[in-house]
């Protein structure tokens, strides 16, 4: 990929579902503009509420048989009551074809109740796909997690990414 604006604009024109914020190493994701986030300030759970992508996804029309997507989740867990969140999951379908790959080995954010104690440091994720060979571009579908926002960092291809026409 080529440089972080390029990736940028590539991101911000292939998403849907979602807007793009630019994250400390890469792009995050909301399903609110940036420009409402004074207006829930006073409200933190809504923030929150609105980094978890359910229906957010990434679309591209290419050839390529090989996708590597690297990002950062955020878990959450409680000691309250022990709760865990589960995995983020990266879903990639195109032709019928579905492959979904799940990772809980990013930060893990730690309340008691309501206050958050602690951020605990974890690793980035790395979901490698093999996608059925193509002669010719079709639209691939990248679902991103809906359990937990992300910080994308980088997608690999071995073909070009284009971004999908909206229809």
Same mark, same amino acid.
Request: proline residues 5%.
């Given at each position: 990929?080529?440089?972080?604006?390029?990736?940028?604009?590539?991101?911000?024109?292939? %998403?849907?579902?979602?807007?793009?914020?630019?994250?400390?190493?890469?792009?995050?994701?909301?399903?609110?503009?940036?420009?409402?986030?004074?207006?829930?300030?006073?409200?933190? %759970?809504?923030?929150?509420?609105?980094?978890?992508?359910?229906?957010?996804?990434?679309?591209?029309?290419?050839?390529?048989?090989?996708?590597?997507?690297?990002?950062?989740?955020?878990?959450?867990?409680?000691?309250?009551?022990?709760?865990?969140?589960?995995?983020? %999951?990266?879903?990639?379908?195109?032709?019928?074809?579905?492959?979904?790959?799940?990772?809980?080995?990013?930060?893990?954010?730690?309340?008691?109740?309501?206050?958050?104690?602690?951020?605990?440091?974890?690793?980035?994720?790395?979901?490698?796909?093999?996608?059925?060979?193509?002669?010719?571009?079709?639209?691939?579908?990248?679902?991103?997690?809906?359990?937990?926002?992300?910080?994308? %960092?980088?997608?690999?291809?071995?073909?070009?990414?284009?971004?999908?026409?909206?229809?």
């Amino acid at each position: 990929m080529g440089n972080e604006a390029e990736f940028e604009q590539l991101i911000g024109a292939s %998403i849907r579902g979602a807007f793009v914020i630019r994250g400390d190493r890469g792009i995050k994701f909301n399903r609110l503009p940036a420009w409402t986030f004074p207006q829930h300030a006073h409200a933190p %759970i809504v923030a929150k509420v609105a980094g978890r992508l359910s229906g957010a996804r990434l679309e591209f029309e290419t050839a390529a048989t090989e996708l590597v997507v690297t990002y950062r989740s955020t878990r959450d867990t409680n000691l309250t009551n022990g709760w865990v969140g589960a995995p983020s %999951i990266i879903t990639v379908t195109v032709d019928g074809f579905e492959e979904s790959i799940g990772h809980d080995n990013g930060d893990l954010e730690v309340y008691n109740d309501d206050q958050l104690v602690e951020t605990i440091a974890g690793e980035d994720s790395v979901a490698r796909f093999a996608l059925p060979s193509a002669s010719e571009l079709r639209l691939v579908q990248i679902w991103l997690p809906h359990t937990c926002p992300i910080e994308l %960092i980088s997608i690999d291809s071995d073909a070009p990414l284009t971004p999908a026409a909206r229809t």
